[in-house]
């Protein structure tokens, strides 16, 4: 499998959940507050990550169960930069505020939806039925 193929369709996730982001906080944050939009956030961008897989699973060649898993993988460590680059360096949030998406204990669901972005790419080759090998 192209591994830049995986790489373009996660720039294309990163441009929508830009976008997700931008809008978020223009409309939902004013009428409901940042955190909870932040959590709000993470079912609709999970589902925008859906879509976005859902077009282009066909193009990324993932020819069985382990590459498919290891776009996923990829998705998520270069989320995780993505994320961290952007929160400390462009926006100078701490520690704490960039970690706080990721506490289950203090309600952020972050990790849920970078599990969710892991399994995408398999899930969405189920959903299209496409004929992979086995591991």
Known sequence: MPWFRAVAVWLVIIAVESIHGTLRQLLLVPAIGDFPARRV?????????????????RWLSARSRRSLLAVGGL??????AFELVLGRMVFGYDWSRLIEDYDLSRGGLMGLGLIAMLFMPIVVAHIRRLE???L
Do not use: D, M, N
Request: glycine share 4%.
């Open 132 to 134: 992979f090998a086995t």
């Open 75 to 80: 998705w998520v460590a270069l989320t995780i």
């Open 41 to 57: 956030a993470v079912f609709s961008g999970t589902l925008l990550i859906f879509l976005v897989t859902l077009v282009t699973v």
